[in-house]
């Protein structure tokens, strides 16, 4: 009933079927790969420096290719469901001129990440990606893109190996090249994601403590409400923006350093969107401290309602969920053995993610579906993660980053 997730040697496979087809010679000489990512809950805090429980997918970002002699770089996507023309041709500036971004949108997050790669001047270099993260599915397609890519690079002229500098490179290129001012969270989960484990970031500090996630009676649902989503957009900038102008009225440098007291005096202040938006950002800080204790000690339930309350939070206050995401929460609540489910990622459509016994998984399906919605599932039980895997379908040098480890 869930759709099989593709292997990453399957992914491998065609994008090196792709690369020989497209460039001839003598295949690719390097694989690597990035996950996608799935947010369990802190849900628009990480631009405010708060706090994110975000967990590595294993639905991934493939990028095949070689290291050439010229100035050139020249890219195919055999992802699905991108804007034409799936090739595309450009030259590396050999000065300090920026690479403009442009169409098709795909490859601005290739040219985002060779402009602020960490060890420049990158070289030429050929390649293919292929994916199996779904794109406008709030499941980080963008970020598996870049992060793969900033991998890709490091195999051909490598950089000093700082992870977390790696992730702000790659949120750098969203910035610049997408157009989407993001927070921190999807591309550090996906350079820095463990097997098994949720990862709870601090989004000042950056720094990050792994929550293990391995219990076999406990599934992760991920339901494609098959409702696009785009931060690119004005609704995401503008959320941020509300943010920040709520922290600059309470004279706070961010909304993570602000108490609900603090809200509550100066709510008078505040217009009322501001207020709803800043109180959200502030009880789901804590909501997500509090979900990651409760996870830790196997509370299953106490983290399932607090999902529901950052639903409901994002759905009232931030004003970022929608009718079919509101739906398939309301369809999974009602099913026993099902402890909490929210929409996950930045909004506006994509997916819901749902926590429950794995007991539950078949008549959960069932129910969503008999509620009218034809939906790709995807059953995620969390000890039959692959984002660690290793793959071996190209001769040597194959590297491989998952979660952030580089296999040869
Ligand atoms: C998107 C952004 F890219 C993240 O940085 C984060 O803000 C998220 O929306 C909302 O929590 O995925």
Same mark, same amino acid.
């Given at each position: 009933m869930a759709s099989p997730v593709p292997s990453i040697s399957e992914l491998v496979a065609k994008a090196r079927l792709v690369f020989e087809q497209s460039f001839g010679g003598d295949g690719p000489e390097v694989a690597v790969c990035a996950p996608g990512r799935v947010n369990l809950i802190g849900e628009h805090t990480d631009y405010n420096q708060g706090f994110v429980l975000p967990m590595a997918l294993p639905l991934v970002t493939v990028i095949v290719g070689s290291m050439t002699s010229g100035q050139s770089v020249s890219i195919i996507t055999a992802a699905k469901d991108v804007e034409e023309p799936r090739r595309v041709n450009f030259d590396l500036p050999n000065d300090m001129t920026p690479l403009s971004p442009g169409k098709p949108s795909w490859a601005n997050y290739v040219k985002g990440v060779v402009q602020h790669y960490?060890? @420049?001047p990158v070289p030429g270099f050929r390649a293919v990606i292929a994916s199996s993260v779904p794109l406008g599915?709030? +499941?980080s397609s963008s970020a598996s893109v870049e992060v793969a890519m900033y991998t890709f690079l490091q195999q051909l002229k490598p950089d000093d190996g700082d992870k977390v500098a790696k992730a702000v490179a790659c949120q750098k290129a969203e910035h610049t090249h997408a157009g989407v001012p993001c927070g921190i969270m999807d591309q550090f989960v996906s350079v820095l994601g463990r097997e098994a484990h949720a990862l709870l970031i601090?989004?000042?500090? +950056?720094e990050a403590i792994p929550v293990p996630l391995a219990d076999p009676g406990l599934v992760i649902l991920i339901t494609n409400s098959n409702v696009k989503h785009s931060l690119t957009g004005s609704e995401y900038p503008s959320r941020r923006r509300q943010c920040e102008e709520a922290a600059a009225i309470l004279e706070k440098a961010s909304l993570r350093d602000t108490t609900l007291k603090d809200l509550e005096d100066a709510k008078a202040h505040l217009d009322n969107e501001t207020y709803r938006r800043a109180r959200h950002v502030v009880e789901e800080i804590e909501r997500t401290t509090q979900a990651a204790e409760a996870l830790k000690r196997g509370a299953y339930q106490e983290f399932g309602n607090l999902m529901v309350e950052s639903h409901n939070s994002l759905r009232d +206050?931030?004003?970022?969920?929608?009718k079919e995401l509101d739906e398939l929460v309301t369809a999974a609540m009602e099913v026993k053995g099902v402890f909490g489910s929210r929409m996950t990622g930045g909004g506006f459509g994509g997916c819901t993610v749902t926590l429950l016994q794995a007991g539950a998984i078949d008549r959960t399906i069932e129910h969503i579906q008999r509620q009218g919605h034809s939906l790709r599932m995807l059953n995620l039980n969390s000890t039959d993660s692959n984002t660690n895997s290793n793959c071996?379908? +190209?001769?040597? @040098?194959v590297c491989l980053n998952v979660g952030g480890e580089i296999y040869t």
């Open positions: 960490r060890a @420049p599915g709030g +499941l601090d989004c000042r500090s +950056l +206050l931030f004003e970022v969920s929608c071996n379908s +190209l001769s040597d @040098p």
